[in-house]
């Protein structure tokens, strides 16, 4: 029998695996496709900050970004590149986050070195910008692999998972405690309320003679170029394609974007494409990850009906999942919260530290719960 049964095996899940095996628990991850082969297989990886001008969401991944600049550099030196990072506002409405930012901030920030700037075309070089010194990408599947080193892993789509006898029970594995950690892929808990927005992204490994000595940001993510003279452009945001709805993924037509929106901020000559890279990202409904237990949404609401009138009912008296966590909802920036996010999941694991609450899922419950009522009436 495992500590802990792991769903998912993209960045979020292997993190998990990697602080859960360091702890010394024995571990399953579970994936139906292999290691990395969803959106964290898709991901250009960029470790990046959020540059706005305040917000939870700010906050928690300026902290994320911190850590995870530091975790790859102390654990995985040979897969992140460390190059600085040129972020520059995409359009006219976005200059003024962009330079409350480079006001506000107190990360490492300096000015674009003049040779470096003569790379943007005249469009790009019209807008506010902020040159961060201290950027990086990893190699995402890389990472997720040597993350994923210390457990066994299980290629298998477990329909259902069952709890007996305080053992849970995922087909043919067991184990005492399980992490949901399924993205944006149809999972193995349907809870009313856990529903996330789905973002098909895609992004592509070109050849270019142009030399890029950065990466840049701007309507696409440009990677520094690498020794061969390859480099990345990521990615698109598509919300109207998904993988599941049995469609053909126009692979040209996401090309054409990329390229497209990489040469309206630099000149790139000679391009050709070499290898595509897609899959979903996962956000929450609040751009806010989900990080904790799960309330059991039918037992609950029939426990304290006055929910759906709004009650404010102290959530420890809410019926969870017993030894269930959910680690989802990381957006665009799966890399750089995956391990900020899954150091304190492991430590609530195995210390019961506290998780912090603004993560906590039950406030999608909550809200389901008083829209719950709003169906009734309606239906009334
Ligand atoms: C094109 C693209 C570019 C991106 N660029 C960046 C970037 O530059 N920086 C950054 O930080 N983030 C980036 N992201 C976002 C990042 O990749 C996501 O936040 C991250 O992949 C989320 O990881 P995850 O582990 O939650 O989900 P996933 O990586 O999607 O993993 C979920 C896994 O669960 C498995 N699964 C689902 N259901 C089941 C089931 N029932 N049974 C078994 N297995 C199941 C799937 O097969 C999948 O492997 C990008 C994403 C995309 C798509």
């Known amino acids: 029998m495992f500590d802990v049964a792991i769903i998912g095996a993209g960045i979020n899940g292997c993190a998990v695996s990697y602080y859960l095996t360091k702890a010394g628990l024995r571990v399953a991850l579970i994936d139906k496709s292999g290691i990395a082969s969803g959106g964290s297989g898709a991901a250009g990886a960029f470790i990046a900050p959020k540059f706005t001008k305040a917000g939870p969401l700010k906050a928690l991944l300026e902290a994320a970004y911190r850590y995870a600049i530091d975790f790859y550099n102390a654990e995985f030196p040979d897969l992140i590149t460390n190059a600085p990072l040129l972020h520059l506002a995409k359009y006219e409405d976005e200059n003024e986050k962009v330079a409350y930012f480079k006001q506000h901030t107190t990360l490492d920030i300096g000015e674009v070195p003049p040779e470096q700037l003569g790379l943007l075309t005249p469009w790009a070089r019209g807008f506010e910008s902020v040159y961060l010194r201290k950027g990086g990408l990893v190699d995402a599947k890389g990472v997720c692999e040597t993350l994923a080193e210390g457990a066994a892993f299980f290629k298998t789509e477990p329909k259902e998972i069952r709890f007996k006898d305080g053992i849970w029970h995922i087909g043919q594995i067991s184990a005492k405690t399980v992490v949901l950690a399924t993205g944006a892929y149809k999972g193995v808990v349907d809870e009313p309320y856990l529903r996330f927005r789905p973002v098909w992204g895609h992004r592509i490994d070109i050849k270019t003679t142009t030399h890029v000595p950065m990466t840049?940001?701007?309507?696409?993510?440009?990677?520094?170029?690498?020794?061969?003279?390859?480099?990345?452009?990521?990615?698109?945001?598509?919300?109207?394609?998904?993988?599941?709805?049995?469609?053909?993924?126009?692979?040209?037509?996401?090309?054409?974007?990329?390229?497209?929106?990489?040469?309206?901020?630099i000149d790139l000559q000679n391009i050709e494409v070499?290898?595509?890279?897609?899959?979903?990202?996962?956000?929450?409904?609040?751009?806010?990850?989900?990080l904790g237990r799960l309330v059991k949404a039918k037992e609950t609401l029939e426990k304290f009906p006055d929910l759906s009138k709004g009650a404010d009912i102290d959530t420890g008296a809410f019926v969870y999942y017993p030894n269930l966590f959910v680690i989802n909802g990381t957006g665009g920036?799966?890399?750089?919260?995956?391990?900020?996010?899954?150091?304190?999941?492991?430590?609530?694991?195995t210390d019961a530290k506290a998780l912090d609450p603004q993560l906590d899922p039950v406030r999608f419950f909550r809200r389901w719960a008083k829209r719950a009522k709003h169906k009734t009436e309606e239906g009334a």
């Open 216 to 265: 840049i940001h701007q309507q696409v993510s440009i990677s520094p170029s690498r020794e061969d003279g390859t480099l990345a452009i990521g990615a698109t945001h598509n919300v109207h394609y998904h993988p599941e709805s049995g469609e053909a993924y126009d692979t040209e037509a996401g090309r054409a974007e990329l390229i497209r929106k990489a040469c309206d901020t």
């Open 274 to 290: 070499l290898k595509d890279y897609t899959g979903l990202r996962s956000g929450s409904n609040d751009y806010m990850p989900l």
């Open 333 to 349: 920036y799966g890399f750089v919260l995956g391990p900020y996010l899954a150091k304190a999941l492991s430590e609530h694991i």
